[in-house]
T-cell receptor, first 114, second 112 residues
Framework: KAGVTQTPRYLIKTRGQQVTLSCSPI?????VSWYQQTPGQGLQFLFE???????NKGNFPGRFSGRQFSNSRSEMNVSTLELGDSALYLC?????????????FGPGTRLTVL | DQQVKQNSPSLSVQEGRISILNCDYT??????FLWYKKYPAEGPTFLIS?????DKNEDGRFTVFLNKSAKHLSLHIVPSQPGDSAVYFC???????????FGTGTRLKVLA
């Protein structure tokens, strides 16, 4: 089975711009989660989608949004970029997102905001 | 408030010896725990998991121990190999929330 794929792998944007990141889960997986990784903060949960519905959202401002399509692919959007948004954005997929359901991560998108 | 803590930011071990990585958590409702390994510029790779109904789980060179009364888990790697050099994250699955809570990671360096 192919793993989780994320595009693009690298992005450079300037403050005030917006960006869209894409994630394709493992085939058959219906839950997609997004995390932000920054030095010293570890991985911070952004949101989780299942069957095109957001089931949970982390403590991030409304500039961070996402969606999931009927084929389980997911996109994440960040509007009005700030310097502090520079991070590695990771997508993870699992079968149904249940408590004991293992999440498998993609390679991440490295976003740099100048 | 950090619910999952990895208090050692780094660890160095000689090749062939045991590596022990530690993780503490504060929420007694957590009932599923995982360890991930991460190389630079890559996403975390799942290593091993343990349910709270167990106190030990093994997979090859990797063993995870869970001490529920102490709210502590550890990952043992025996024998350690240079290719094990990476950042290791422990995570807890937050029941009913569909999210993992991660520690801040421990950088393991295995010296040849």
């Amino acid at each position: 089975k192919a793993g989780v794929t994320q595009t693009p792998r690298y992005l450079i944007k300037t403050r005030g711009q917006q960006v869209t990141l894409s994630c394709s889960p493992i085939s058959g997986h219906r839950s997609v989660s997004w995390y932000q990784q920054t030095p010293g903060q570890g991985l911070q949960f952004l949101f989780e989608y299942f069957s095109e519905t957001q089931r949970n959202k982390g403590n991030f401002p409304g500039r961070f949004s996402g969606r999931q399509f009927s084929n389980s692919r997911s996109e994440m959007n960040v509007s009005t970029l700030e310097l502090g948004d520079s991070a590695l954005y990771l997508c993870a997929s699992s079968s149904d997102g249940g408590t004991t359901d293992t999440q498998y991560f993609g390679p991440g998108t490295r976003l740099t905001v100048l | 408030d950090q619910q999952v803590k990895q208090n050692s930011p780094s660890l160095s071990v000689q090749e062939g010896r045991i590596s022990i990585l530690n993780c503490d958590y504060t929420n007694s409702m957590f009932d599923y725990f995982l360890w991930y390994k991460k190389y630079p510029a890559e996403g975390p790779t799942f290593l091993i998991s343990i349910s709270s109904i167990k106190d030990k789980n093994e997979d090859g060179r990797f063993t995870v121990f869970l001490n529920k009364s102490a709210k502590h888990l550890s990952l043992h790697i025996v024998p350690s190999q240079p290719g094990d050099s990476a950042v290791y994250f422990c995570a807890a699955s937050d029941p009913g929330t569909y999210k993992y809570i991660f520690g801040t990671g421990t950088r393991l360096k295995v010296l040849a």
